[in-house]
C-alpha cells in the first residue's frame, strides 16, 4: 500500500509560469516532508522540507505547503525556467529524529518548454 | 557540502556473478541507505544502516545482502546477479539526530546479462 502518492506522473508547464506538483499521503505518523529533484543519470538531489508544525516553507523560487487535514502537500515553482525539468520525488518520514528511512512517491516529471 | 561517492557509474554483469556495490560517505553520518531506481516504480529501499554493523532490511531485500564494517562505508552485495536486478543502484546517507536529510550518491547503473 502506497503511502506517498504522486498521482500526476507528468507535468508540463511553460516557461516562467508556475509549477504545481502535489503529493498525498496516508500515514498520519508522518511528521516531516521532504522534495527532491532528480536529473537523468544522477542521484536525487534535497530541495526543500517542511515541518508538520508549519504549513509553508519558502526557500528562493520554491515554496511547499502542506495541509495536515487533508494529508496533502505541494512544491510550488515561480517562474519555472528550462533547468527545472526534472522528476520530482516527494518523501516523508514518522520521526525517531530522522533515523528512520524516508518513504518515498513515484516521482512526477515535470517540463519546462521554453 | 556532503559527498556520497559510489565505486561504479555503470556497471555490466553476468547472471550468477557476485557484485559488490560500494558506497562512501565523507560526513560522519549515522545512517546509510541503499535504494533502487526503476521507471514508474520509484525509488525502493533494499536496505539501510543505523550504525556501524548494523542493518535493518528495507522494502526490497531479497536477493541483497549489505555490509557496514565502517562507519563510512556501505557495501551492497548481490549475492548471485539476475536480471531481474538490472536497475540503477542508489545510496545515501543521513545525519540523524533530528535532521532527516538524505544526501545521495550519482548512482550505479547495473546491467545483468
Known amino acids: 500500500d502506497q503511502q506517498v502518492k504522486q498521482n500526476s506522473p507528468s507535468l508540463s508547464v511553460q516557461e516562467g509560469r508556475i509549477s504545481i506538483l502535489n503529493c498525498d499521503y496516508t500515514?498520519?505518523?508522518?511528521?516531516?516532508f521532504l522534495w527532491y529533484k532528480k536529473y537523468p543519470a544522477e542521484g536525487p538531489t534535497f530541495l526543500i522540507s517542511?515541518?508538520?508544525?508549519?504549513d509553508k516553507n519558502e526557500d528562493g523560487r520554491f515554496t511547499v505547503f502542506l495541509n495536515k487535514s487533508a494529508k496533502h502537500l505541494s512544491l510550488h515553482i515561480v517562474p519555472s525556467q528550462p533547468g527545472d525539468s526534472a522528476v520530482y520525488f516527494c518523501a516523508a518520514s514518522a520521526g525517531n529524529s530522522g533515523n528512520t528511512p524516508l518513504v518515498f512517491g513515484k516521482g512526477t516529471r515535470l517540463s519546462v518548454i521554453a | 557540502d556532503v559527498k556520497v561517492t559510489q565505486s561504479s557509474r555503470y556497471l555490466v554483469k553476468r547472471t550468477g556473478e557476485k557484485v559488490f556495490l560500494e558506497c562512501v560517505q565523507d560526513?560522519?553520518?549515522?545512517?546509510m541507505f541503499w535504494y533502487r531506481q526503476d521507471p514508474g516504480l520509484g525509488l525502493r529501499l533494499i536496505y539501510f544502516s543505523y550504525d556501524v554493523k548494523m542493518k535493518e532490511k528495507g522494502d526490497i531485500p531479497e536477493g541483497y545482502s549489505v555490509s557496514r564494517e565502517k562507519k563510512e562505508r556501505f557495501s551492497l552485495i548481490l549475492e548471485s546477479a539476475s536480471t531481474n536486478q538490472t536497475s540503477m543502484y542508489l545510496c545515501?546517507?543521513?545525519?540523524?539526530?533530528?535532521?532527516?536529510?538524505?544526501?545521495f550518491g550519482p548512482g550505479t547503473r547495473l546491467t545483468v546479462t
Open positions: 500515514n498520519s505518523m508522518f511528521d516531516y
Open positions: 517542511i515541518s508538520s508544525i508549519k
Open positions: 560526513m560522519d553520518h549515522e545512517n
Open positions: 545515501a546517507s543521513s545525519l540523524g539526530q533530528g535532521r532527516y536529510e538524505q544526501y
